[in-house]
Structures are given as structure tokens and as C-alpha cells.
């Protein structure tokens, strides 16, 4: 199987491939997670952008 070389650059300019934002968006669910577990309120939770 050949590529054409748009897997590529698809891994070097879109979100799918942004292991940092990713790692974020989970940490804000586990963060969110805890926050009901320990029965405390909703609280708006900001994912920066890593770029």
C-alpha cells in the first residue's frame, strides 16, 4: 500500500494529529470528572490552544 503523501501532511496540519490539544481536552475531562465526583459545582474549563 502507497500513500500519496497527503497522510502527511494531513499529520502535520490537522487537528486529529495535535497531541498536545488532545492531551489538554483530557485533562479537562479528568478535571471536570473529579469536580463532580467531589461534588463540587460546574465550573467553565478552558483547553488553550498549544500551538
Do not use: C, W
Not at 500519496?4 to 475531562?29: C, V, W
Amino acid at each position: 500500500m502507497q500513500l500519496n503523501g497527503q497522510g502527511e501532511q494531513n499529520r502535520l496540519s490537522k487537528p486529529l494529529f495535535d497531541t498536545k490539544l488532545f492531551t489538554g481536552h483530557i485533562e479537562a475531562y479528568v478535571a471536570m470528572y473529579q469536580r463532580a465526583q467531589s461534588g463540587l459545582a460546574r465550573e467553565t474549563i478552558v483547553v488553550p490552544d498549544q500551538g
